[in-house]
């Protein structure tokens, strides 16, 4: 897998923002098997660790981004990692960007990877160039949270906050707000399965 790392593109800064991640970025990173190194590497692309993670877990935003922040899916892009060293690591990039997942659909082809088969919402793709490696592309429907003040106007996706899990509920009960509003979305979703 050390040919891998050639794939690691250095991420410059354009007008304050960072660069967004490519397939290539996520390939690179599957030389890592924990979040310390994926730390690492991901700090430089614009991501940063966005909660204190598991050594074989964790979850990154774009830097300057406050984990209490609500994540708008259409523009934020989320990095994850899960690994059972027994078995496989996956490394998912999700995005809600159409422009932006249109680009890394096209970069799948670009990397050599062939549409193989229908899987949960997608398809897995393979390449002969990466034998260990397997990418799912699937579209994923979720909500995407957005926090409601007591006196802010209330939509039909309003929820009281105690439908959210405990500890997320309390930290926006302590920031003032009462309820939330879950918006319907659409996530495109990469995830890079490295089976051992």
């Known amino acids: 897998m050390r040919h891998l790392t050639t794939l690691s593109l250095i991420f410059c800064l354009f007008s304050g923002q ?16 924990d979040t310390a190194c994926i730390s690492s590497m991901a700090r430089p692309m614009g991501m ?8 074989d877990h964790g979850k990154w935003l774009p830097c300057g981004q406050k984990v209490e922040e609500p994540t708008d899916v259409r523009t934020t892009t989320t990095l994850w990692f899960s690994g059972d060293p027994g078995s ?4 998912v ?15 799948l082809e670009q990397l ?23 990418i799912e592309r699937a579209e994923v429907r979720s909500g995407n949270i957005v926090p409601k003040r007591p ?11 105690s439908e959210l ?32």
């Open 112 to 134: 050599g990877f062939k549409q193989e088969r229908p899987q949960h919402g997608g398809f897995v793709y393979l390449s002969g160039e990466y034998p260990r490696l397997e």
């Open 165 to 196: 899990p405990e500890p997320e509920s309390n930290s926006l009960r302590e920031q003032g707000f009462d309820s939330y509003d879950l918006i319907p979305s659409l996530v495109w979703v990469f995830r890079v399965l490295v089976r051992k």
């Open 151 to 161: 006196d802010d106007p209330k939509s039909r996706y309003n929820k009281p906050l």
């Open 48 to 55: 940063c660790l966005a909660r204190a993670a598991e050594k």
């Open 18 to 33: 960072a660069q967004q991640l490519t397939l290539s970025d996520l390939l690179s990173l599957t030389n890592c098997q």
């Open 88 to 91: 496989y690591y996956r490394y």
């Open 93 to 107: 990039l999700g995005t809600g960007d159409t422009t932006y997942a249109a680009s890394l659909t096209k970069e």
